[in-house]
C-alpha cells in the first residue's frame, strides 16, 4: 500500500506560480505511474498531469500544457507539479494520485492511491 501526502499549495496572484509536491510511502513508488488530479468547487474531478515510472514520458491536459510540469524523484519517493503562469481558472483543491496501469490515463478509475489533497487559489 502507498501513502501519499500534497504540499505546497496556497494563495497566489494571477501569472504567479507555486510547486507542489507529493511524497510517496513505501520502497515501491518507482513501480507506479503518478497523476495529479484538480478537483474546483461544483465541478467534477480531472485529470491534470501525468508521468510515467521513470519520469520519461510525461502528459498533460490541454488547459494547462506549456504552463504546468511535471516531474518525479524515485530516489525521494516524489512527485512534483511546477504551476506557472496561474490563472484564476486553475483555483481547486489539487490530488496526486498512484497508479499500476499505463502512464497518462486519464480516467480516475485506473487510480489507486490517492491523496488528501492540497488548496490552490489564484486571485486576480
Known amino acids: 500500500q502507498v501513502q501519499l501526502v500534497e504540499s505546497g499549495g496556497g494563495l497566489v496572484q494571477a501569472g504567479g506560480s507555486l510547486r507542489l509536491s507529493c511524497a510517496a510511502s513505501g520502497r515501491t513508488f518507482s513501480s507506479y505511474a503518478m497523476g495529479w488530479f484538480r478537483q474546483a468547487p461544483g465541478k467534477e474531478r480531472e485529470f491534470v498531469a501525468g508521468v510515467s515510472r521513470s519520469g520519461s514520458a510525461t502528459y498533460y491536459a490541454d488547459s494547462v500544457k506549456d504552463r504546468f510540469t511535471i516531474s518525479r524523484d524515485n530516489a525521494k519517493n516524489t512527485v512534483y507539479l511546477q504551476m506557472n503562469s496561474l490563472k484564476p481558472e486553475d483555483t481547486a483543491v489539487f490530488y496526486c494520485?498512484?497508479?499500476?496501469?499505463?502512464?497518462?490515463?486519464?480516467?480516475?478509475?485506473?487510480?489507486?492511491?490517492w491523496g488528501q489533497g492540497t488548496q490552490v487559489t489564484v486571485s486576480s
Open positions: 494520485a498512484a497508479s499500476y496501469g499505463a502512464a497518462g490515463v486519464r480516467g480516475q478509475n485506473n487510480y489507486l492511491y
